[in-house]
């Protein structure tokens, strides 16, 4: 039957990548190859495979990054630990939105947190040199595990899914009691599943973190987008469950690119608990110079790979935070429309044969958010992504992620509304196709 893409282009596309499957893929390169479709083959594609936000981006941080612009900010290098007013809006964010006390001084921006990421694992996997090794809690955005692999430090894994509630205490007790763990790292709403671990779950990782001596990294790129919850009643704010009540070995990554959709200005802050930033080591006096956490993220780290970030992102992120923490800008009702739109793209799917792979979040069903895992009867998810390819619909593998269970993680952002039709049709395709071969 006729197809959008013959699968003689794809394999020849792979060559020319230098990968031999789809489910070796990363999320660029795949990006790379479905933009070159688009091109070859004149038509346009469902865009499942990257998150980039699919909105407007905040008009409160345009304004306030257009006048740190007017006010000359370009011609001056920012303070390597960050300017002032956004550190002071990055503590009361989290004040408000997770009930944390985190110092101003000890949030530090970073260029997006892909660079919060990279800097928190240099700084903890020298903090002690019996610990070697970071824990992932799968599945999880794919780079995070890159950047351990750039940097040679050691990595362990499991997959969330079969170890919710009460089952999550032993499976973190068999890493962390053999000595080597220096940080536990998740993403909360998760990337790709968006499972939310609950107010016990996280509390057993922070109990856990403090008995074995582990920092936690809380990747809170979508922080309350759950949007199964509603506003605190008292504040009428929306709010994050955190570990941060449970622990005081933490760092936390809030990024400017889904909550605010300003994702191009790579800005995000890295805010480093009290105790952590100030915790001394000879391991890390010896690797990097300085003895305490706080210096060497600062004065080594951030220093050497940016010198800083972009002095007006910091003031557009500054308004932004200081305005959500305040209840002025309501952001959420914003980004509320993934919600929607994954609810919609959930039920065309599921009208064509497929399933959600990660559909449960402990007892009740996974929410609809930013994104979603798809899986068709027992196919695997390279085979899955070559039938989606030639019917003009993307994705990324879900084994690329650590998660066990095969499929597509798919993302709502990019789902304009010519498209729901448009899905429909190529899924008719897609079963078309699937049924002749």
């Not at 949030?107 to 824990?135: E, N, Y």
């Not at 000595?179 to 509390?203: F, H, K, Q, V």
């Not at 650590?402 to 429909?424: F, N, Q, T, V």
Request: with cysteine; charged share 25%.
């Amino acid at each position: 039957m006729k197809t959008l893409i013959d699968s003689s282009l794809i394999e020849s596309a792979l060559a020319k990548l230098e990968v031999t499957s789809l489910n070796d893929l990363s999320i660029r390169q795949l990006v790379s190859l479905v933009n070159r479709f688009e091109k070859e083959s004149g038509e346009e594609f469902i865009h499942f495979e990257i998150g980039v936000p699919g909105l407007p981006p905040s008009q409160v941080g345009i304004e306030a990054q257009k006048a740190a612009l007017d006010n000359g900010v370009a011609a001056v290098y920012p303070a390597l630990d960050g300017e002032p007013e956004l550190k002071a809006a990055a503590s009361k964010f989290v004040r408000a939105i997770i009930g944390a006390e985190v110092a101003p001084a000890h949030c530090i921006p970073t260029v997006g947190s892909m660079q919060g990421t990279f800097v928190s694992l240099m700084a903890v996997a020298a903090l002690d040199k019996k610990r070697d090794t970071i824990l992932y809690i799968d599945p999880g955005f794919p780079v995070q595990k890159t950047q351990a692999d750039v940097l040679g430090i050691r990595r362990e894994a499991f997959d969330v899914y079969n170890y919710r509630a009460e089952k999550i205490g032993p499976k973190l007790e068999e890493y962390l009691s053999t000595g080597r763990i220096a940080a536990i790292l998740y993403s909360n709403p998760n990337n790709p599943s968006w499972m939310c671990l609950t107010e016990d779950e996280l509390r057993t990782i922070g109990e856990l973190a403090t008995k074995y001596d582990a920092v936690v990294i809380e990747d809170l790129a979508y922080a309350t987008m759950d949007f199964r919850k509603g506003l605190d009643p008292a504040t009428g704010l929306p709010t994050q469950v955190s570990v941060t009540p449970y622990t005081d070995n933490y760092i936390l990554l809030l990024s400017g690119s889904k909550m605010f959709s300003y994702a191009g200005e790579r800005i995000a802050v890295a805010c480093i608990s009290d105790k952590l930033f100030e915790r001394k080591s000879e391991s890390l006096k010896e690797r990097y110079g300085l003895p305490s956490f706080g210096n060497v993220f600062v004065h080594k780290l951030i220093y050497t790979l940016s010198s800083g970030v972009s002095h007006s992102a910091q003031m557009a992120l500054a308004a932004m935070m200081d305005s959500a923490a305040e209840g002025v800008y309501n952001y959420r009702d914003e980004v509320a429309e993934y919600a929607r739109r994954t609810e919609r793209i959930r039920e065309i799917l599921t009208r064509h044969g497929f399933h959600i792979v990660y559909d449960k979040d402990v007892d009740e069903p996974v929410g609809n958010g930013f994104f979603f895992t798809i899986g068709y009867k027992d196919m695997s998810g390279g085979e899955l992504l070559g039938y989606l390819l030639q019917c003009g619909v993307s994705g990324i593998v879900l084994t690329s992620t650590g998660a066990e269970y095969e499929g597509i993680r798919a993302c709502s952002s990019a789902i304009k509304p010519h498209h729901y039709d448009l899905l429909d049709q190529r899924l008719a395709m897609f079963e078309e196709l699937v049924a002749n071969s």
